[in-house]
């Protein structure tokens, strides 16, 4: 995976395995925020839990939602990319004290 460029767009990474678990790996360029959305595509596959590994190219652990083994799997080798979501900002767009 080429080095992206600042404002490239939302970071990539690629699935690497499935573990014993049912986690996903994916291989990034950098560290991914806890708790971001992992897409393949349009298509939401989890939320980051946790980035280990080597600085320069960490895995991102994603805890699937809604996929079975046999999409779990066919995701290995496909690019998938993080949508970060904001901890303080709500689905109707205030804040958690009700502002705007």
């Not at 994916?26 to 393949?40: E, F, M, Q, S, Y």
């Not at 991102?60 to 900002?89: K, M, N, Q, W, Y």
Request: net charge positive; aromatic share 2%; proline share 9%.
């Amino acid at each position: 995976m080429p080095p992206k460029q600042a404002g490239a767009g939302p970071p990539t990474g690629t699935v690497e395995t499935i573990t014993s678990a049912g986690k996903v790996l994916v291989r990034t360029d950098d560290a991914w925020p806890i708790g971001a959305t992992v897409l393949a595509g349009d298509r939401p596959i989890g939320r980051v839990t946790s980035v280990l590994g080597p600085v320069a190219r960490p895995f991102a652990v994603v805890e699937p939602t809604g996929l079975g083994s046999d999409d779990l799997l066919g995701l290995v080798g496909e690019e998938v990319i993080t949508r970060a979501t904001h901890g303080g900002e709500r689905k109707n767009g205030a804040n958690r004290k009700g502002r705007s």
